[in-house]
Nanobody, 119 residues
Framework: QVQVAESGGDLVQPGASLTLSCIVS????????WNWYRQSPGKRREWLAA???????TYSDTIRDRFAISIDLARNTGYLHLTDLKPEDTALYLC?????????????WGQGTQVTVSS
């Protein structure tokens, strides 16, 4: 069974930076692709960025100049680096991971980590 856990959310002031983490765990599990999303109350879930173990990152146009995705395969962890945060970035940030164990492929969501931007 694959588990996914996000962390790093916080209450910050406008203009601040944060790094969110998304760790994959489970016996023999190997993360091969990470997608980050966010969701605010009353709004649809919004896709932000994606990065696989091969290839280049892709970004939503709404955040490409301020957010960056990276992964550390040795740590089975993906990251989302947030800069110049604005109040409208306040949301629950969620990670969706593609993981493999042998020939079996899994897709798993985490519970999310809350980012609140307020002065």
């Amino acid at each position: 069974q694959v588990q996914v856990a996000e962390s790093g959310g916080d209450l910050v002031q406008p203009g601040a930076s944060l790094t969110l983490s998304c760790i994959v765990s489970g016996d023999g599990m190997r993360g091969t692709g990470w997608n980050w999303y966010r969701q605010s109350p009353g709004k649809r879930r919004e896709w932000l960025a994606a990065l696989a173990n091969v290839g280049s990152p892709t970004y939503s146009d709404t955040i490409r100049d301020r957010f960056a995705i990276s992964i550390d395969l040795a740590r089975n962890t993906g990251y989302l680096h947030l800069t110049d945060l604005k109040p409208e970035d306040t949301a629950l940030y969620l990670c969706n991971v593609r993981a493999e164990k042998g020939i079996t492929v899994y897709n798993q969501w985490g519970q999310g980590t809350q980012v609140t931007v307020s002065s």
